[in-house]
C-alpha cells in the first residue's frame, strides 16, 4: 500500500469518529465508489486473460473476500474443502485488528485459535469488542506479542498452541521468513504467509534478521517467493497457490497434497506480481460477527 492508502487504511480501522466523518464527505463517497466498481473490473478482465483462471487444480479462480483483507477467503476456504480441517482450529501472527485478517472468517465459522499482535492498541480494542461478545471470546485468545525467531517456541509453549492446528497465517513484514524457519517441528496442516512479490519467482532472497530492525515500508521486506518454496520444502510443504494481489503464498503439507493442486509445486508455476492496487473492502467496513454457534443467539426456534 503506499502512504495515502496507509493513511486511510488507519483511519479506517483505528479512529472510529474520524472515520465516519471521512466516509461522510460527499466526494469521498463518490471517488470511494468509483474506486471500487474500476477495481472490480480490472478482477473480471485478469479472470478472463490469465491462464491461471482455466485450471480448476488452481486456487486463484476460488478467490473470495468475506473478512479478509483480500481475496484469501475463498482461497483458504476451498483448500479445506479439498483437505477438511482435522480440529477447526488457527494460529495468526499478525492478526492486526482482528475485524480483517485471514483467520477471522474462520472464527466466526465456529472455529477455535489463536492470535498473537505486536499492537498494544489492536489488542486492547479486541479485547474491548470480545468482552461485548462473551461466548466468541471463549474460542480465540488474543495476545500481545512481538514476536521473532528468538522468542517464538517459548510463545508457542507458554500459550499452549499444539503442534498440529489446521491453519497457521503469519504476516509481520520483516521477520515472517524468518518465525517459520524457526519453528521446524510445527505441523500445521496449512500455511498462509507473505512473501514479497516484486522480487522475480526465480530469486532466492531473504531480508536479514536483526532484532533492532523496523521496517520502513520500503520494498525491502520479508523474502521472496522461491526462498519461502524452500523453506517450506525443508519443512513438509508443498507452494500450492498465490493469491492476486501478490501478498500471499499458500503451503499445504506435503502427506496431503495428493493431486489435488496444479504442480509443479514452485514459485515459478504459482507466482502471482504485485497488484497492491486491487486491494478494497467490497461490502461494509469490517466487524466482529456475533457467535452464530450459539443456541441462544437464536431468536425464532
Not at 480490472?42 to 491462464?51: D, I, M, Q, R, Y
Not at 498473537?116 to 462473551?134: H, M, Q, T
Request: glycine share 6%.
Amino acid at each position: 500500500m503506499n502512504l495515502l492508502q496507509r493513511l486511510e487504511h488507519y483511519i479506517v480501522t483505528n479512529m472510529r469518529p474520524l472515520r465516519d466523518l471521512y466516509y461522510s464527505l460527499p466526494v469521498i463517497r463518490e471517488l470511494s465508489a468509483a474506486n471500487i466498481v474500476a477495481k472490480m473490473q480490472l478482477v473480471e478482465t485478469l479472470k478472463l486473460t490469465n491462464p491461471h483462471f482455466k485450471d480448476p487444480k488452481r486456487l486463484l479462480m476460488y478467490g473470495a473476500q468475506y473478512l479478509s483483507q483480500n481475496f484469501e477467503d475463498g482461497m483458504i476456504e476451498e483448500i479445506f474443502r479439498r483437505i477438511p480441517p482435522a480440529n477447526r482450529s488457527f494460529v495468526e501472527i499478525g492478526s492486526g485488528t482482528g475485524f480483517e485478517n485471514n483467520t477471522v472468517s474462520l472464527l466466526a465459522s465456529g472455529w477455535n485459535g489463536w492470535w498473537i499482535e505486536g499492537g498494544s492498541d489492536n489488542c486492547v480494542n479486541l479485547r474491548k469488542e470480545l468482552a461485548k461478545k462473551p461466548s466468541l471470546g471463549k474460542r480465540i485468545k488474543v495476545e500481545h506479542s512481538l514476536a521473532s525467531p528468538v522468542n517464538i517456541k517459548q510463545l508457542f509453549e507458554r500459550l499452549e498452541i499444539p503442534r498440529e492446528v489446521d491453519l497457521f497465517s503469519l504476516d509481520i513484514d520483516l521477520d515472517t521468513y524468518h518465525i517459520w524457519a524457526a519453528l521446524p517441528d510445527f505441523r500445521p496442516r496449512v500455511v498462509v504467509v507473505e512473501y514479497n512479490g516484486g522480487i522475480s519467482p526465480s530469486v532466492e532472497w531473504i531480508s536479514p534478521w536483526r532484532p533492532e530492525r523496523t521496517w520502513d515500508n520500503s520494498q525491502v521486506f520479508g523474502a521472496s517467493l522461491k526462498a519461502f518454496e524452500i523453506l517450506g520444502r525443508k519443512h513438509g510443504y508443498s507452494l500450492v497457490g498465490c493469491d492476486l494481489t501478490g501478498l500471499n503464498a499458500f503451503f499445504v503439507r506435503n502427506d496431503l497434497v495428493g493431486d489435488l493442486f496444479a504442480e509443479p509445486f514452485t514459485s515459478e508455476n504459482h507466482y502471482e506480481p504485485v497488484r497492491y492496487n486491487l486491494t478494497v473492502r467490497y461490502g461494509h467496513r469490517p466487524g466482529l460477527f456475533d457467535d452464530s454457534h450459539d443456541p441462544k443467539s437464536h431468536l425464532y426456534q
